[in-house]
């Protein structure tokens, strides 16, 4: 296993950020449909857990949705984590144009 982590900037209020956040992991399923199954998501106030199955691999992470930031974090299964480096680029990417 490898850990990711990102701390994502936003510029929205919480609430805002939070609500986007939810949106996002609601639309993953229906737009990947294929390739991400089992999306499963359980929140306590700004803090949420994740889950999801993505081309036979299962992934699951926490997210913090604070005042400035988005924190996330999730161990990625080792042969996911041979493109670590691209998965943290394109999630920073569509973060950054969701919470923008």
């Known amino acids: 296993m490898s850990k990711l982590s990102l701390n994502i900037p936003h510029s929205q209020t919480q609430d805002e950020a939070l609500s986007r956040i939810k949106q ?4 993953l399923q229906e737009e990947q449909k294929g390739t991400v199954t089992n999306v499963q998501e359980i ?10 199955s993505a081309k036979g691999f299962y992934i699951a ?21 041979l493109f670590k480096g691209q998965i943290a680029s394109m999630i920073t990417e569509k973060a950054k144009a969701l919470l923008a």
């Not at 929140?43 to 999801?52: Q, R």
């Open 61 to 81: 992470g926490t997210i913090q949705v604070k005042e400035n930031e988005v924190r996330l974090e999730s161990d990625l299964p080792f042969a996911v984590s």
């Open 24 to 27: 996002m992991l609601g639309r």
């Open 43 to 52: 929140w306590d106030g700004p803090n949420g857990s994740f889950s999801f």
